[in-house]
């Protein structure tokens, strides 16, 4: 089923979620990757394969330099032409988190699977394959202006509460996640692993005060 | 697909579901009956493929009635389900090929009996779900089709100690908080609860709506947590 990724839009920047398999060490985490100060990419599915249409397709035959808009059409255009050439089989997807030159927020995701392609633009969240859970949490806590920090803890809320949910299915690949953002000025940075576990436990207390307030939210009024 | 759940309260069962019908001529439909009582203890309900779902509940309640000596506890009646499931959607997908229609593999149907297994003396719930039809068996809840957000909410919000009372509300509030995101799941509720002293009950519509109606200032009140939570 590949990672989980979770991405929210604000108004001062884009919060992104990855499932990786280890926490806040960019250099091994391969399924998100800065292409340029403004743009970044990650992948889900086969990972494999991901890593190869990057190196193969993306980097040689994609001007990288260029905005968010310009990458992805371009990249549309040389991901279809692969896997019709190399016939492949396996579902790939990218998403591409970004700016505009003019300062716009963009998510655009490429998805191909069963000999099919499609490109989609989100707002004002993404997800790397179809979450309830996330969509029913954005849903109930987004507002339009969310600080770029919330939009961090929401994703990282949402990862945690999706994987606890989708435990007992064989859908998991990995344990950690990683929490990425890019501010339209100040462009992409990582969120280091002190910083995530900050964020966790923060979400547990969260996560407990919930319960709590919630726990006489169904005796009977008399 | 649809939300369908069994759920356990200390002193019964709650069965529920939304009403909103999938695949073929019922798509878009809210009017779809996938509830029935099958003896005085045990009621059947299924989801996803509208058509042959309905024929399956149908058929087994036909089925008990006309062996009651055999079919008269839980159990024999759940080892007879299984069989009569996979036999009408197998006529049901015969005739969907003879029409020149194909089925998608993810279109499914699904089964949950649940009910007083005199027995054991407990609620059992079994499920079955095409294409293979194999029963499972479950201690606790069951949450099926489109189950994710009701699995979210039931984490923070079920309780061991629940009574029957208090579980048909929560159920009412499963269904209309995944409506919110899920246009698969809708229109009206159907509930029943399963209970030692009154056995399998099901809630007319007059009586979910009072409940829906309790429930709005509930509705308000989660949202509310739920951002105080996330200012915190």
Same mark, same amino acid.
């Given at each position: 089923?590949?990672?989980?990724?979770?991405?929210?839009?604000?108004?001062?920047?884009? +919060?992104?979620?990855?499932?990786?398999?280890?926490?806040?060490?960019?250099?091994?985490?391969?399924?998100?990757?800065?292409?340029?100060?403004?743009?970044?990419?990650?992948?889900?599915?086969?990972?494999?394969?991901?890593?190869?249409? /990057?190196?193969?397709?993306?980097?040689?035959?994609?001007?990288?330099?260029?905005?968010? %808009?310009?990458?992805?059409?371009?990249?549309?255009?040389?991901?279809?032409?692969?896997?019709?050439?190399?016939?492949?089989?396996?579902?790939?997807?990218?998403?591409?988190?970004?700016?505009?030159?003019?300062?716009?927020?963009?998510?655009?995701?490429?998805?191909?699977?069963?000999?099919?392609? *499609?490109?989609?633009?989100?707002?004002? =969240?993404?997800?790397?394959?179809?979450?309830? /859970?996330?969509? =029913?949490?954005?849903?109930? /806590?987004?507002?339009?202006?969310?600080?770029?920090?919330?939009?961090?803890?929401? +994703?990282?809320?949402?990862?945690?509460?999706?994987? %606890?949910?989708?435990?007992? *299915?064989?859908?998991?690949? =990995?344990?950690?996640?990683?929490? /990425?953002?890019?501010?339209?000025?100040?462009?992409?940075?990582?969120?280091?692993?002190?910083?995530?576990?900050?964020?966790?436990?923060?979400?547990?207390?969260?996560?407990?005060?919930?319960?709590?307030?919630?726990?006489?939210?169904?005796?009977?009024?008399? | 697909?649809?939300?369908?759940?069994?759920?356990?309260?200390?002193?019964?069962?709650?069965?529920?579901?939304?009403?909103?019908?999938?695949?073929?001529?019922?798509?878009?439909?809210?009017?779809?009956?996938?509830?029935?009582?099958? #003896?005085?203890?045990?009621?059947?309900?299924?989801?996803?493929?509208?058509?042959?779902?309905?024929?399956?509940?149908?058929?087994?309640?036909?089925?008990?009635?006309?062996?009651?000596?055999?079919?008269?506890?839980?159990?024999?009646?759940?080892?007879?389900?299984?069989?009569?499931?996979?036999?009408?959607?197998?006529?049901?997908?015969?005739?969907?090929?003879?029409?020149?229609?194909?089925?998608?593999?993810?279109?499914?149907?699904?089964?949950?009996?649940?009910?007083?297994?005199?027995?054991?003396?407990?609620?059992?719930?079994?499920?079955?779900?095409?294409?293979?039809?194999?029963?499972?068996?479950?201690?606790?809840?069951?949450?099926?089709?489109?189950?994710?957000?009701?699995?979210?909410?039931? #984490?923070?919000?079920?309780?061991?100690?629940?009574?029957?009372?208090?579980?048909?509300?929560?159920?009412?509030?499963?269904?209309?908080?995944?409506?919110?995101?899920?246009?698969?799941?809708?229109?009206?509720?159907?509930?029943?609860?399963?209970?030692?002293?009154?056995?399998?009950?099901?809630?007319?519509?007059?009586?979910?709506?009072?409940?829906?109606?309790?429930?709005?200032?509930?509705?308000?009140?989660?949202?509310?947590?739920?951002?105080?939570?996330?200012?915190?």
């Amino acid at each position: 089923m590949g990672n989980m990724i979770i991405a929210i839009q604000t108004l001062t920047g884009i +919060a992104i979620a990855v499932e990786s398999p280890h926490l806040a060490q960019p250099e091994e985490t391969p399924n998100i990757i800065p292409v340029n100060p403004l743009t970044v990419l990650a992948y889900h599915e086969t990972l494999p394969l991901g890593e190869q249409m /990057v190196e193969t397709v993306l980097r040689p035959q994609v001007d990288l330099d260029s905005d968010i %808009i310009s990458i992805a059409t371009q990249a549309d255009h040389a991901f279809r032409k692969f896997v019709a050439q190399e016939e492949v089989q396996s579902p790939i997807g990218f998403l591409f988190f970004g700016y505009t030159p003019k300062g716009e927020g963009t998510m655009l995701g490429w998805f191909y699977a069963d000999d099919q392609t *499609r490109t989609t633009r989100f707002f004002p =969240y993404c997800t790397s394959r179809p979450n309830p /859970v996330v969509g =029913y949490l954005v849903k109930k /806590v987004y507002t339009p202006d969310i600080s770029l920090t919330k939009a961090l803890e929401l +994703a990282a809320y949402a990862m945690t509460q999706s994987k %606890i949910v989708l435990a007992q *299915r064989p859908t998991i690949e =990995y344990e950690g996640f990683n929490l /990425v953002a890019i501010h339209p000025e100040r462009g992409f940075f990582w969120l280091d692993k002190e910083a995530i576990e900050s964020i966790v436990k923060h979400n547990e207390e969260r996560d407990r005060a919930l319960c709590i307030k919630c726990a006489d939210l169904f005796l009977n009024e008399r | 697909m649809t939300l369908a759940m069994a759920l356990r309260a200390y002193d019964g069962l709650v069965l529920a579901t939304d009403s909103r019908a999938t695949g073929g001529a019922h798509q878009s439909e809210d009017t779809s009956e996938k509830f029935l009582q099958v #003896n005085r203890d045990t009621g059947v309900m299924t989801y996803g493929l509208a058509v042959p779902g309905y024929a399956g509940i149908s058929r087994l309640v036909e089925t008990v009635k006309s062996k009651r000596e055999e079919l008269t506890y839980f159990r024999p009646i759940a080892e007879a389900a299984g069989s009569v499931f996979r036999a009408e959607y197998k006529e049901w997908l015969t005739s969907q090929k003879q029409q020149g229609h194909e089925i998608p593999e993810e279109l499914k149907v699904g089964f949950i009996l649940g009910g007083y297994d005199s027995a054991t003396n407990q609620f059992s719930i079994s499920h079955w779900e095409s294409p293979e039809f194999q029963e499972r068996q479950y201690d606790g809840d069951l949450l099926a089709a489109q189950w994710h957000t009701a699995r979210f909410l039931l #984490n923070k919000l079920f309780y061991p100690e629940i009574s029957v009372a208090q579980l048909r509300e929560l159920a009412v509030f499963l269904l209309v908080e995944t409506a919110i995101t899920e246009p698969t799941v809708g229109g009206p509720l159907q509930l029943a609860t399963i209970t030692l002293g009154q056995g399998f009950q099901r809630l007319h519509e007059k009586d979910i709506n009072e409940i829906l109606q309790r429930s709005q200032k509930r509705f308000c009140q989660f949202r509310k947590i739920l951002l105080e939570v996330f200012a915190l």
